[in-house]
């Protein structure tokens, strides 16, 4: 079985700094990561993914994340944060398995980004 | 927004009471989840479905049951409700399974006194 380790519960961050969340996995198998992401009293939406090729993935609002397959790591990563990232982020993982049947996604317990002016 | 319905939005119940909170979709994805979230655990699965009448098991499926009969509709039932399963449970939705995207419901926030 997998599992995923988010080293940060809380990231505080100032307007315009860099943030990087941190994302561990364990699993026996070749994997799909995810991350998404939860505005608050909202549902949560995919941010980026990756299921094969490059191993640097980016999302349209400025975020990146990439596969390191070494240090089983799924880090994201971004720039330059603004206030309207402020939101938690979840690292979510999947074991690789012959298509056909619907796989287990597990998550992360999540990462409070919080945005400071 | 995916069209994802989840009811009721907020219950309040009280130990022993059976509990189903209803999914619906408009959009006729073959795949739907139930998760619930808490606190230091993000979201963990209960259970899910890959088609009508078909349905598994997730980590956290004990207390639970589901029915699909239709594919818009998933339900989730708390035969007999305890203050453990006081939580916000999610639907989701998903075309392709979980290599595609997930949609997610706004959520159902369950208080079980």
């Known amino acids: 079985a997998q599992s995923v380790t988010q080293l940060d519960s809380q990231v505080p961050v100032f307007e315009e700094a860099p943030v990087e969340l941190r994302c561990n996995y364990s699993s026996s198998v070749s994997v799909y990561l995810f991350w998404y992401v939860q505005y608050p009293n909202q549902g949560l939406q995919l941010l980026l993914k990756?299921?094969?090729?490059?191993?640097l993935v980016e999302s349209i609002n400025g975020f990146e994340a990439e596969f390191n397959k070494s240090q089983t790591s799924f880090h994201l990563r971004k720039p330059s944060v603004h206030i309207s990232d402020t939101a938690e982020y979840f690292c979510?993982?999947?074991?690789?398995?012959?298509?056909?049947?619907?796989?287990?996604?597990?998550f992360g317990s999540g990462t409070q980004l919080t945005v400071l002016p | 927004d995916a069209g994802i319905t989840q009811s009721p939005r907020h219950k309040v119940t009280e130990t022993g009471t059976p509990v189903t909170l209803r999914c619906h979709q408009t959009e006729n994805h073959r795949y739907m989840y139930w998760y619930r979230q808490d606190p230091g655990h993000g979201l963990r699965l209960i259970h899910y479905?890959?088609?009508?009448?078909?349905?598994d098991k997730g980590e956290v499926s004990d207390g639970y049951s589901v029915s699909r009969s239709k594919t818009e509709d998933f339900l989730l039932t708390l035969e007999s409700a305890t203050s453990s399963q006081t939580s916000v449970y999610f639907c989701?939705?998903?075309?392709?399974?979980?290599?595609?995207?997930?949609?997610f419901g706004e959520g159902s926030r369950l208080t079980v006194l």
């Open positions: 979510a993982v999947s074991d690789r398995r012959p298509s056909g049947s619907a796989r287990q996604l597990t």
């Open positions: 989701a939705i998903s075309w392709e399974g979980i290599t595609g995207e997930l949609f």
């Open positions: 990756y299921l094969s090729g490059s191993t």
């Open positions: 479905s890959y088609g009508v009448k078909d349905t």
